[in-house]
């Protein structure tokens, strides 16, 4: 199934690729650690009696994946008035930020934020004919997705060390190197090597994409790297896309 939401970095395109590239054997949980959208998660099969976590730092994306889980009802009430305007988005900006609101007008306000804004970066204004109501009315199907899902708000050292087993698969997707600036959470150059240092000490599997960048070769030039390419969603269309160049990296 789709995601609800884009989010800047999100698998949407390269979900395929990673899904192929999970272990055939069986896999006792299964953890997305730098969840985001959660492209990989909607997109793999849900399987009986493997326990699923979608983590982030970012704690207005982790409040909004517990809101649908918990308050979908609620949540798709407080979105009914909300229109496409200019006007409304950026009042949205400013009010999902602002203390006192209840964790489910912060969800719907920061919802409405990123899926009005140009390419889901939350912070511009997008012209075009971009509206709520279906994403909206999808969360229903969301919400029956994630039942069961343990979602959590944990730096990524400290999840992992908390969910690692020999039957545990991680899928990591990280800020790209280069691009952290892009991202509302503290992850900062030096997390790049924090993660590797991480990684490199685990009970479990690891799936990791990362873009095509000498530091990130250097890092895992001891694991198994795969290049791969996706169409850039921002660069024009039709025969002005663009290719980006990605890895997928694996320790089996």
């Known amino acids: 199934m789709e995601s609800f939401i ?3 970095g999100g698998k949407r395109a390269l979900r395929r690729a990673i ?5 055939d ?14 492209w990989v998660l909607f997109a793999k099969e849900k399987k009986a009696n493997q326990l699923e976590v979608y983590n982030d730092i970012n704690g207005n994306l982790v409040n909004l994946f517990r809101c649908v889980k918990y308050h979908c009802g609620e949540l798709q009430r407080e ?3 909300m229109l496409t305007s200019r006007e409304q988005f950026f009042d949205c900006l400013t009010q999902y930020q602002a ?7 912060r969800a719907a306000r920061f919802f409405y934020a990123v899926k009005i804004s140009f390419g889901c970066d939350n912070r511009t204004y997008a012209t075009s004919s971009k509206q709520i109501d279906n994403a909206v009315e999808y969360m229903t199907k969301v919400q029956e997705r994630i ?4 979602i959590e708000n944990k730096d990524f ?4 060390k908390v969910y690692d087993r020999p039957t545990a698969l991680f899928y990591l997707d990280p800020p790209y190197v280069d691009t952290e600036k892009y991202y509302d959470s503290p992850f900062c150059a030096q997390d790049h090597q924090r993660l590797r240092e991480v990684l490199g000490h685990i009970k479990g599997r690891f799936i990791l994409s990362y873009n095509d960048h000498p530091l990130v070769r250097e890092l895992y030039a001891d694991y198994r790297i795969e290049e791969v390419t996706r169409t850039s969603t921002l660069a024009g269309s039709g025969n002005n896309q663009t290719q ?3 890895l997928i990296i694996r320790n089996f």
């Open 19 to 23: 899904l192929e590239r999970f272990p």
């Open 157 to 160: 050292a400290d999840l992992i």
């Open 6 to 8: 884009g989010w800047i």
């Open 244 to 246: 980006y160049a990605e």
């Open 147 to 150: 039942r069961g899902v343990n």
């Open 25 to 38: 054997d069986e896999v006792g949980r299964y953890i997305e650690v730098f969840g985001g959208a959660a």
């Open 99 to 105: 203390r006192g609101l209840t964790d489910i007008q």
């Open 79 to 81: 979105l009914e008035w």
